[in-house]
């Protein structure tokens, strides 16, 4: 018969030969008979575990000046907005908003939780997403968000989901840099054609060129009178004898 030696261990009862192990604590049972209890090995004598890999910071500087998120998403809040093309195109220039092309804007604002080797929840933060993200994100994925902006407003320009391992896209929308760009050209050309026209009156050529147009038109009237002049008298004739034989409503 065999017994638990561990002066830890509670266990009273002997076992059989064949069984090994305690079922209590776990260690080596021994003859009943010996006296000797097992060894214990003190904290210097266990083996040295290798420390956890620290987590990686919550915010980070990413290439061309945008920044980086790692996180758990732990909140998802969506809204859709209705928005003239006018304020599109404002969000879109000021502040930095895709266009979005359906009637409504869709907005998500996601909070990213820091992800800790102990567990504990640590430091959290927002972050904007416009677009069409339903049915793409859940709660508790582990997010990689490259965004720009500042500390109390960021845009996300691209989602890494990597507990799916996919990228995250939105619908189809203009991104903000296109219309930023667009909108410019279009500044241009209106101060160039202003600009123009402002030096063409200033240089006295709008009388030259409203003259010529003029005695153009004269010309054309009077070839078209010489050419139908006998025609067109004929027609008038015509029509006041036609309204003179009518009889008129009282």
């Not at 006296?35 to 420390?51: I, V």
């Not at 809204?79 to 502040?95: E, M, T, Y």
């Not at 050529?205 to 078209?224: F, H, P, R, T, Y």
Request: hydrophobic share 45%.
């Amino acid at each position: 018969m065999k017994k638990c030696k561990n002066p830890y261990c509670e266990c009273e009862q002997t076992f059989p030969d064949t069984v090994q192990l305690c079922p209590f604590c776990g260690s080596a049972l021994s003859p009943e008979g010996e006296d000797e209890s097992p060894q214990l090995h003190t904290a210097e004598e266990l083996p040295t575990m290798p420390a956890s890999a620290t987590a990686q910071p919550l915010v980070t500087a990413g290439a061309f000046g945008r920044k980086l998120l790692r996180g758990r998403l732990v909140e998802m809040d969506h809204n859709s907005l209705f928005h003239s093309s006018f304020h599109k195109w404002c969000n879109a220039v000021f502040a930095g908003e895709p266009w979005q092309l359906a009637h409504q804007s869709q907005a998500y604002t996601l909070r990213l939780e820091e992800i800790t080797q102990d567990g504990i929840p640590g430091r959290v933060t927002d972050v904007c997403a416009f677009g069409e993200y339903l049915g793409r994100l859940s709660i508790g994925d582990e997010l990689e968000i490259h965004c720009k902006g500042g500390k109390d407003r960021r845009i996300a320009k691209k989602i890494l989901d990597k507990t799916t391992g996919s990228v995250v896209r939105p619908g189809l929308q203009v991104p903000a840099l296109f219309v930023r760009v667009f909108s410019l050209i279009l500044v241009l050309l209106a101060i160039y054609f202003v600009s123009a026209a402002v030096n063409f009156v200033a240089s006295g050529a709008i009388l030259s060129w409203a003259l010529g147009v003029i005695v153009a038109l004269l010309g054309l009237l009077w070839k078209l009178l010489s050419a139908f002049g006998g025609n067109i008298l004929i027609l008038i004739g015509i029509g006041i004898v036609i309204s003179a034989c009518l009889p008129h409503k009282r």
